[in-house]
């Protein structure tokens, strides 16, 4: 058994770190272990944070866990003492979250004032960030360098972390499902409590909406007029955080006011399991990605899903089989949709994704990051 910190936003932070770290801490715990979280008392200031809310609004902490919430990614002094309370309860080994360089020098400053006493091990979400600004790669090499040993979700991503350190010590397990948001239920009581028209075609986006996903890729190919013929409908689930004018304008331009179904706020957890088992398809139109929680949402609820040729994505949904993997056009997005609604490839896909989601349990996640520390 081993006593294992993991460091990164917890409840009441939210979104898709937070549920994640949840997740892995309630895992852990099963599997034997005894794993704490340590999360933020500060994640990001509130200039930085382009949406809403950092909080949950609803819901309650998860049971069964303990969340320290300490860190202050903007105060030095609050890392060291942070580090203090580390070295003083003997970690085995402490897992940091990275997915952005902002928490570099935070937590790279951490692990170097703990390294002498536990082993330092990062999960990695992202190396090199989807969107690039200034001292990127400075804060993120001073990250990597305090850290024993690297966990990646994607091969994209333990390819990406050999451009700043030498350290060979690195594994690659892919994202499990998330199984946080409830049981399914049936499309006809998802879509009654949606308010959604039960005979509809619906093939749904989720997530919070910034440029590098694509959503206006996948609005101009809803424009495609067999797709109108056909009366299938896009249900956007989530918040914009950026601005939202240009996809209206989308919207005005190809005349989709009745295609496009708008729910633009941030889904609460215990809602989003109506918006997949609502949906026919789910589609990720990225521009770029290295892996993604919304594919393994889209797994637990065993829903097909189209997805661009980037990154990591394409190594978790088999072309043809659990669902499309497509180019980065309107033109072979919307040949997809077309295909999937008019040769009825819902009821294959769906009877492979039911097959393929066995790969995605916890338990070998956490085989091969214990197994990471045992080799750091």
């Known amino acids: 058994m081993s006593k294992i910190f993991i460091i990164g936003p917890a409840y009441p932070l939210r979104g898709g770190p937070a549920q994640f770290n949840e997740n892995l801490c309630t895992e852990l715990n099963k599997a034997g272990h005894d794993a704490q979280i340590i999360s933020y008392s500060l994640q990001y200031p509130n200039f930085l944070f382009p949406g809403s809310s950092q909080y949950e609004k609803s819901g309650k902490a998860p049971e069964g866990i303990k969340i320290h919430t300490l860190i202050n990614t903007v105060n030095p002094f609050n890392w060291i003492r942070v580090a203090y309370f580390i070295k003083k309860e003997k970690p085995d080994f402490i897992l940091f979250r990275y997915w952005l360089p902002f928490f570099g020098p935070c937590l790279g400053t951490i692990g170097r004032l703990v390294k ?58 892919p994202h499990p499902m998330y199984e946080t948001y409830g049981a399914s239920v049936s499309l006809e009581d ?26 206006d890729i996948l609005m101009e190919a809803m424009a495609h007029p067999e797709i109108k013929k056909l009366n299938i409908k896009l249900l956007i689930a989530g918040e914009f955080y950026e601005d939202k004018q240009p996809y209206l304008d989308i919207i005005q331009k190809h005349q989709l006011q009745n295609q496009i179904i708008l729910h633009d706020k941030f889904i609460a957890n215990e809602d989003v399991r109506y918006y997949f088992c609502a949906s026919n398809l789910v589609a990720q139109t990225y521009r770029n990605a290295t892996n993604s929680g919304v594919t393994m949402v889209g797994y637990y609820y065993e829903k097909p ?38 040769q009825n490839k819902e009821t294959e896909f769906t009877v492979n994704v039911r097959i393929e989601k066995k790969k995605y349990e916890w338990n070998e996640f956490i085989r091969v990051l214990i197994g990471l520390h045992k080799s750091s």
């Open 190 to 215: 998802a879509r009654k409590k949606l308010n959604l028209n039960q005979e509809d075609k619906i093939i749904l986006f989720f997530g919070l909406i910034r440029h590098y996903k694509g959503l």
């Open 305 to 342: 899903m189209l997805v661009n040729n980037v990154g990591g994505l394409t190594e978790i949904v088999p072309n043809e089989k659990c669902g499309y993997v497509v180019e980065l056009s309107t033109q072979k997005i919307s040949e997809k949709i077309i295909e999937y609604f008019t």
């Open 116 to 173: 002498s006493k536990t082993t330092v091990l990062a999960l990695t979400d992202n190396i090199i960030p989807h969107e690039k600004r200034f001292g990127d790669a400075a804060f993120t090499k001073y990250f990597v360098k305090s850290c024993d040993g690297f966990i990646a979700m994607s091969k994209t991503v333990l390819n990406d972390i050999s451009k700043f350190t030498s350290n060979q010590n690195k594994a690659y397990s």
